[in-house]
């Protein structure tokens, strides 16, 4: 009798072992109560229903400052949970799990000649991860994930199934998108997808008070435009590389319709190296990216959208991360925000690899948007050291970063290290509000927590 109570006590404690769970930046380990990594949809609402306890919920984890966990929490790991449940090429729809991939629905998808009409930069992150951070890419005349989702399921904290779409349960919808998991589990959604059209690349270089007009007259207005992006070289923050896929018949230059996933990505590395190392910037906007952007090849949109992470360097390492910030300023505030921020990053003296300009059309009504209008962002990768002292210094210039992005009407983005006071995200969230009410309505018990959530939600 003994002994079979001891081995229930220990298959108990085995099912319910701490597990350690940590994001891309290697930076935030939190000891989780349980992983469960759902397959089927009742695990997920068993799970939701049975747990006593919190739940955070993890996609690809791609997030950097432990919003996919908290201590003590069962963490939903949704990427098994990824099968694609409907599919209409007429009709110009996929309905998929919310473990699924972006490069898992490009490989579905690109044999019917279609592709996403919004998506991250990169293929690696789930869409549930995408749709809980409100994502956004280098669409031109997109803006926000919200733009392109016709619906989506969540399992609220009772365990009931809901669909939400802009037209019904749209508080819902509004909330969950961009929601980072504080609302309830995404298990699905109904995406619209566009044709897969062959792109040409066209790249200048230009001072950065010319470029707001470059992008007004030819970007933007363009009929052909499909993916723009600006690089912003760092050496003295006063010129732009404007990277455009203009539509074309010409013939294919690379006829891969998808990168492999075993891509190797050796030269994009080597210029982001360069760039980190002291006037690296310069040599990258004279020698290194005239050469790599050379020509005007010509690929598949999917191409360009099956592109990996594998592209930047390794993101962690030995006492080192690779990190990314993001912030968003109202258009006519670019080059007001590009002086401060250079102020700031030079007084500081931060490590930065790359910073890259995009542009996004106002969000429709997410109640945490980053986008509150037509908005350039400006995305900053950069190295840091992971002591406590190096943090601290990541933190006292991410706030001075913060506070000039708030000054200048505008945001940054949550999925980052989590450095802003709950003042300075209520400045850059003022819908927050709307947000906590909601979760408390539909979440009494507070069950859905990360640390996102922690830190802001009272
Ligand atoms: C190298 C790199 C490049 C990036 N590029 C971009 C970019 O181009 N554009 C951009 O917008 N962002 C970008 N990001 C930021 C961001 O981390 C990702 O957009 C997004 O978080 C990735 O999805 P994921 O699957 O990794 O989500 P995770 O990091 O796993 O989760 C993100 C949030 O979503 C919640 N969540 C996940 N799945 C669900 C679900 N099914 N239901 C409810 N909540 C859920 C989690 O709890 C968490 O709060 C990048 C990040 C890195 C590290």
Redesign the pocket.
Same mark, same amino acid.
């Not at 930046?25 to 747990?51: F, K």
């Not at 919190?54 to 690809?60: K, L, T, V």
């Not at 490069?103 to 019917?112: G, Q, S, T």
């Not at 919004?118 to 994930?145: D, E, K």
């Given at each position: 009798m003994r002994i079979i109570a001891i081995l229930i006590l220990l298959l108990c404690q085995a099912a319910y072992a701490a597990e350690t769970v940590n994001?891309?930046?290697g930076m935030n380990p939190i000891e989780v109560a349980r992983v469960l990594a759902p397959t089927e949809l009742s695990q997920i609402v068993a799970a939701v229903r049975e747990h006593p306890g919190p739940i955070?919920?993890?996609?690809?984890?791609?997030?950097?400052g432990g919003?996919?966990a908290t201590e003590q929490a069962l963490q939903?790991d949704?990427r098994d949970?990824d099968e694609v449940l409907e599919f209409s090429a007429e009709r110009r729809e996929i309905r998929v799990q919310?473990?699924i991939?972006w490069r898992e629905v490009l490989e579905y998808i690109d044999p019917y000649g279609l592709s996403p009409q919004i998506m991250?930069?990169?293929a690696?992150?789930?869409?549930? =991860?995408? %749709?809980? *951070?409100?994502?956004?890419?280098?669409y031109v005349g997109q803006g926000p994930?919200v733009l392109g989702v016709r619906a989506l399921r969540?399992v609220l904290a009772d365990g009931s199934l809901v669909e939400a779409s802009p037209t019904h349960n749209s508080e819902l919808f509004y909330g969950?998108i961009g929601?980072? =998991?504080? %609302?309830? *589990?995404?298990?699905d959604a109904t995406l619209p997808l566009v044709d897969n059209s062959k792109l040409v690349r066209q790249s200048q270089l230009m001072p950065l008070n010319e470029y707001p007009a470059f992008f007004a007259n030819q970007v933007r207005g363009n009929p052909d435009m499909v993916m723009h992006n600006g690089i912003l070289y760092t050496d003295d923050y006063d010129s732009v590389r404007a990277v455009s896929y203009l539509r074309s018949d010409a013939p294919l230059t690379i006829e891969e319709r998808l990168v492999p996933s075993e891509r190797s990505y050796g030269a994009m590395r080597t210029a982001l190296a360069l760039a980190s190392s002291l006037g690296g910037s310069k040599v990258r906007e004279a020698l290194v990216d005239p050469l790599l952007l050379k020509g005007a090849p010509v690929q598949w949109r999917n191409h360009q959208a099956s592109l990996d992470?594998g592209e930047?360097q390794p993101?962690s390492g030995p006492g080192y991360s690779?990190?990314?910030q993001?912030y968003f300023v109202p258009e006519a505030q670019l080059e007001s925000f590009v002086a401060g921020m250079h102020r700031v990053l030079e007084r500081h003296r931060v490590n930065i690899a790359n910073i890259s300009i995009r542009h996004a059309k106002g969000d429709p009504g997410t109640l945490l948007a980053w986008a509150r209008g037509d908005t350039f962002a400006l995305?900053l990768?950069y190295r840091q050291g992971v002591s406590p002292s190096e943090r601290a210094a990541v933190a006292r210039w991410t706030g001075e970063l913060i506070d000039l992005a708030i000054a200048h009407q505008g945001s940054y983005?949550l999925?980052?290290q989590i450095h802003a006071s709950r003042e300075q995200f209520l400045a850059a969230y003022p819908r927050a509000e709307e947000f906590f009410a909601l979760k408390k309505r539909i979440d009494p018990s507070n069950k859905?927590r990360?640390k996102?959530w922690d830190a802001y939600y009272r």
């Amino acid at each position: 009798m003994r002994i079979i109570a001891i081995l229930i006590l220990l298959l108990c404690q085995a099912a319910y072992a701490a597990e350690t769970v940590n994001d891309v930046s290697g930076m935030n380990p939190i000891e989780v109560a349980r992983v469960l990594a759902p397959t089927e949809l009742s695990q997920i609402v068993a799970a939701v229903r049975e747990h006593p306890g919190p739940i955070a919920i993890g996609g690809a984890r791609f997030s950097m400052g432990g919003q996919t966990a908290t201590e003590q929490a069962l963490q939903l790991d949704m990427r098994d949970f990824d099968e694609v449940l409907e599919f209409s090429a007429e009709r110009r729809e996929i309905r998929v799990q919310a473990g699924i991939t972006w490069r898992e629905v490009l490989e579905y998808i690109d044999p019917y000649g279609l592709s996403p009409q919004i998506m991250q930069s990169y293929a690696n992150f789930t869409v549930g =991860g995408a %749709l809980s *951070v409100n994502a956004h890419g280098r669409y031109v005349g997109q803006g926000p994930l919200v733009l392109g989702v016709r619906a989506l399921r969540l399992v609220l904290a009772d365990g009931s199934l809901v669909e939400a779409s802009p037209t019904h349960n749209s508080e819902l919808f509004y909330g969950a998108i961009g929601g980072y =998991g504080g %609302l309830g *589990v995404i298990v699905d959604a109904t995406l619209p997808l566009v044709d897969n059209s062959k792109l040409v690349r066209q790249s200048q270089l230009m001072p950065l008070n010319e470029y707001p007009a470059f992008f007004a007259n030819q970007v933007r207005g363009n009929p052909d435009m499909v993916m723009h992006n600006g690089i912003l070289y760092t050496d003295d923050y006063d010129s732009v590389r404007a990277v455009s896929y203009l539509r074309s018949d010409a013939p294919l230059t690379i006829e891969e319709r998808l990168v492999p996933s075993e891509r190797s990505y050796g030269a994009m590395r080597t210029a982001l190296a360069l760039a980190s190392s002291l006037g690296g910037s310069k040599v990258r906007e004279a020698l290194v990216d005239p050469l790599l952007l050379k020509g005007a090849p010509v690929q598949w949109r999917n191409h360009q959208a099956s592109l990996d992470v594998g592209e930047l360097q390794p993101i962690s390492g030995p006492g080192y991360s690779y990190v990314l910030q993001e912030y968003f300023v109202p258009e006519a505030q670019l080059e007001s925000f590009v002086a401060g921020m250079h102020r700031v990053l030079e007084r500081h003296r931060v490590n930065i690899a790359n910073i890259s300009i995009r542009h996004a059309k106002g969000d429709p009504g997410t109640l945490l948007a980053w986008a509150r209008g037509d908005t350039f962002a400006l995305v900053l990768y950069y190295r840091q050291g992971v002591s406590p002292s190096e943090r601290a210094a990541v933190a006292r210039w991410t706030g001075e970063l913060i506070d000039l992005a708030i000054a200048h009407q505008g945001s940054y983005y949550l999925p980052y290290q989590i450095h802003a006071s709950r003042e300075q995200f209520l400045a850059a969230y003022p819908r927050a509000e709307e947000f906590f009410a909601l979760k408390k309505r539909i979440d009494p018990s507070n069950k859905f927590r990360n640390k996102l959530w922690d830190a802001y939600y009272r």
